[in-house]
Structure formats: structure tokens, C-alpha cells
């Protein structure tokens, strides 16, 4: 079955000056970004029917962005080049005590409207992921991405959700992204969290506090990720930690989205009747393979560069 991600398409900036400043800084490398991005490259370099929802500038990283995703095979009708406005980039550097400097120039990805999302026929896609750091950010995305929401809401479409918070876009304006959240929360059919995002959501200071809340408000199968310690899977009244896969990381950039493509890669392999029964130990087999995809992230240097060696063998 097919699989629509619908976010931000966008170019990472990251300073390879080691501890200076993006004022100081001098040397960049670029890198294509995105959560949904990521998830529809990780979906389609294991083997799965994607396209990608986004809008990106009519200028070089936009045809940048669009070729990446063509050559993992992510059908790329619906990225939308606007001329009217520059690829958004994602300017990062990471200073010597640890904290980043960041700097967000938005642009074409915030352009995305209901009106073209309209012109994408939802009755070939069997799985809608919304998985967008920039879609609670005001302007036409969000209006586009709560729609759609809106309109596949109780249809038989299963539903994934990731909020992928990022606390450099959110800062001034947490209460907004709690409570836009939710509303995403309540609709899916799966999610999945950090274990920093789930206290944040439930306004808690502990994971076991966070993941009672969850259990408590919602009905959907979830995935809350604890690094080196596991992920804890609910099912129904049923929930377990799935231990991660031991491994010496290189880089931990995509794991997450890794994870979610691997996730919804399986389930795409189902039928819609199957797809919304499996069993608690048919989800346990889900998060375990998983897990793999995302240690096998880890491994590489670089999201993109990453996903090449993903494989559905790695499930076997």
C-alpha cells in the first residue's frame, strides 16, 4: 500500500568550523532535511510505495532537494517548486559548551496549501504520516496540515503522527505547539515520541508520569523512544520496553525518522483490514525491526548518507 508524508522539505546548513559561532563561523556543509523528508527517503530506501508532500523554491537546493529524493525512488509529483519564494534553510553550529547556534531562514516550505493538497487524490494512499517540525508554525502549511488531518479524520486512511519538536522553533510559543499536538494525538492511529517530547506534551517531569497520561488520553498504539534503553510500546491496555540493538554510534541524525519509515514500511506490506488488527505481538515484531532500522543509522555519518544502507534485509 502506499505510504503520502507531507511536511517540510529543507536544506540543513551546518557549520564545520568546530565551536564557532554562525557569525564566525566560515565553512558550511550542506545537507538535505526534514523530518518527513527523512521518513519518506527511509520508507523508500527499504523497499516501500512513497511520495512526499512539500513546496520548495524554484532555485538550486529545491532542484537539490527533489533529485536526493528521486534517487531513493520517492515519487516527487507533489514537491512544488514556488518561484515566489527560496528553499527554506536551516542554519546550525555547535558551539564548544554544547549549545547550538541556529538560525531558521523560512521560506518555500511554509507556502504549502490546502488548495494543493486538495490536488492530491487521497484514495491512493493507504497511509497519511504527518511528521512535521515546521507544520504547527503559522502560515499556510499549518491551515494545509491540519486540513488534511481534517479530512482523512475517520476515513479508513491510517493515521501516523510524529511532532519532531524542535525547541529553537518553539520556544516563545510552547503552549501552542502542546496544544496543536494533541489534537494530532487524539486522531492518529500511531505515534511516535521522544521521551523528552512526552513529558513535554503531558506537562510532566518523569517518563513513567508521561507515559500513564498517554495511556490515559489517547487510544492509539504509540512508540516512545529511550535511546540505549529501549522503546516502550503501548497496544491497548498492553505495554512493554523493547530493548534497542547494542551498537557504537557515529551519528544519531535520522534515527527517529529512521524508526518511523521502518515502522510504516511494515504496516504497508498489510492489507487496511490487517493493517488496523495486529495483534500486541504483531506490533512487538513492528518495533523490533524497527529498532534495527534505526541503530543501523547510527552507524553512518549523515541522515541521507545513512539510509543507503538501509535494507528490509536487515528485518530477516
Known amino acids: 500500500m502506499k505510504i503520502l508524508c507531507i511536511g517540510e522539505a529543507l536544506i540543513d546548513l551546518i557549520c ?12 558550511f556543509l ?16 527499504l ?105 482523512v479524520a475517520g476515513s479508513k486512511t491510517f493515521i501516523s503522527f510524529d511532532p519532531n519538536y524542535r525547541h529553537l522553533l518553539f520556544q516563545h510559543n510552547l503552549s501552542s505547539f502542546i496544544e496543536q499536538s494533541w489534537v ?12 523528552e517530547e512526552a ?10 508520569d508521561a507515559a500513564f497520561q498517554l495511556q490515559e488520553r489517547t487510544k492509539s498504539v504509540f512508540a516512545i ?7 516502550y510500546l503501548r497496544h491497548g491496555s498492553h505495554t512493554m520496553i523493547i530493548p534497542s540493538i547494542p551498537i557504537a554510534p557515529v551519528d544519531t541524525t535520522g534515527a527517529g525518522d529512521a524508526f518511523v519509515g521502518a515502522v510504516l514500511f511494515q504496516l504497508s506490506r498489510l492489507d487496511e483490514d490487517s493493517m488496523h488488527g495486529l495483534s500486541v505481538d504483531e506490533w512487538q515484531k513492528i518495533v523490533v525491526n524497527s ?18 544502507h538501509l535494507s528490509n534485509q536487515i528485518f530477516q
Open 291 to 308: 529498532n534495527k532500522a534505526g541503530a543501523r543509522t547510527c552507524e553512518y555519518l549523515g541522515a541521507m548518507e545513512a539510509f543507503k
Open 47 to 151: 523497499g516501500g510505495d512513497v511520495a512526499l508532500a512539500a513546496k520548495v523554491g524554484k532555485d538550486p537546493f529545491g532542484k537539490h532537494l527533489i533529485e536526493v529524493m528521486q534517487s531513493f525512488g520517492v515519487e516527487t509529483k507533489w514537491m512544488l517548486q514556488d518561484e515566489n519564494y527560496f528553499t527554506t534553510l536551516a542554519f546550525v553550529s555547535l558551539m564548544e559548551n554544547g549549545e547550538r547556534d541556529f538560525y531558521f531562514n523560512r521560506g518555500a516550505d511554509g507556502q504549502l496549501s490546502m488548495d494543493e493538497i486538495n490536488e492530491i487524490d487521497k484514495e491512493h494512499f493507504s497511509i497519511i504520516h504527518f511528521g512535521s517540525a515546521t507544520g504547527f508554525l503559522p502560515g499556510t502549511l499549518q491551515s494545509a496540515y491540519l486540513g488534511l488531518l481534517n479530512k
Open 184 to 195: 494530532f494525538l487524539n486522531q492518529c492511529h500511531f505515534f511516535k515520541l521522544s521521551d
Open 199 to 208: 513529558m513535554l506534551l503531558t506537562k510532566t517531569t518523569t517518563f513513567e
Open 225 to 231: 523512544t529511550l535511546g540505549k534503553d529501549g522503546t
Open 16 to 27: 564545520t568550523d568546530k565551536g564557532k559561532s554562525l557569525k564566525d563561523g566560515l565553512n
Open 30 to 45: 550542506k545537507k538535505p532535511g526534514g523530518a518527513p523528508t527523512n521518513v519518506a527517503a527511509a520508507i523508500a530506501a
